[in-house]
Each structure stands twice: as C-alpha cells, then as structure tokens.
C-alpha cells in the first residue's frame, strides 16, 4: 500500500470517467437511501466521501471499484482532468452528507437529512450523466475571484477542471 503520506495523497490528474463512475454510485446509493428509508447507509456515504478528500480512490470503496474494476471491466477511455477541483468537490459531498448523518441521528429528522441528500443525487447526477462537476465550477470560480490561491491549484493550468 506505500508510505503514509502516498496513500494520503489526493491524486493528480484524475481520470475523469472514474470520477463519474463514482458519482454514478453514490446518486444511486443515496436513491436507494432516500427511498428505502436506509438511514444506517448516511455514515457509511460520510465516510466514501472522507476516504476519497485524504486519499482519492486508496481507502474508498467507491473509489477503488471505480478505478480498479469498473473503468477497465468497461474499457472507459482515460480523460485526465485536474485534480485538486475533484478533491473540494469530495469535500463539498462530505459536507453534504456528514450534515444529513447529523440531521437523521442527531435531530431525528429524516425529512431534513434526505432533503439535504436530495441536493447531493441531483449534483452527483449532474456529474454521472453530463460530466458537469459543480463543485470544481465552485472551485474555479473561487480561483478567479482568489478566494483560492494560484500556488494552491498550480497543478490546474495544464488540465481542465473536469468538464467546470
């Protein structure tokens, strides 16, 4: 498995059809959570995300059986888009999803917790389907207005945003 500090890296280009593999699975996880009233699977959405913002696809399941069997088992092209966008739109679905996890067991409120994860179906199927990636829009709007530095997305210049 490495070092450490290589299986807590965040990976950089990132292949882009992994990324909507990902995000194929969790729309339908989070579907099948909303519908089947499966409250348990919040935590266990929280923690995909969390993997994927400290290590990419090491320590997610998602993330692993994207990159590691879905995309080659699918022959999915490789479309290399830059990294660091992908991460703070994993870490965008943690917030999501660790905010819903408080909602349904800290307050009781599945109402409140599966309207939030609602919000985060429609965004992780704006990426499964169109390949639109709100959060890297986010984060390079953020870059232009220098709300995030230029040294922090260095490695964005020579790759696009992931269809941003």
Not at 21 to 29: H, N, P
Not at 57 to 71: D, E, K, M, N, Q
Request: proline content about 5%; aromatic content about 12%.
């Amino acid at each position: 498995m490495g070092s450490l500090r290589e299986v807590f890296t965040f990976p950089h280009p990132v292949n882009e059809y992994a990324a909507r593999t990902v995000a194929s699975m969790v729309a339908v996880l989070s579907i099948l959570t909303i519908s089947l009233d499966l409250g348990w699977m919040l935590p266990v959405l929280a923690y995909g995300f969390a993997a994927r913002v400290l290590t990419g696809p090491t320590l997610s399941p998602l993330g692993s059986l994207a990159t590691r069997v879905l995309v080659p088992v699918l022959n999915l092209p490789e479309k290399n888009v830059a990294g660091p966008p992908k991460q703070f739109a994993q870490a965008v679905g943690l917030i999501f999803t660790v905010s819903a996890t408080i909602l349904y067991f800290g307050f009781g409120s599945a109402l409140f917790a599966y309207s939030v994860l609602g919000v985060l179906v429609a965004f992780a199927t704006l990426e499964a389907v169109f390949g639109f990636c709100a959060g890297c829009f986010v984060f390079g709007q953020l870059l232009r207005v220098g709300l995030v530095s230029e040294e922090a997305c260095e490695k964005c210049s020579d790759l696009s945003f992931g269809s941003a």
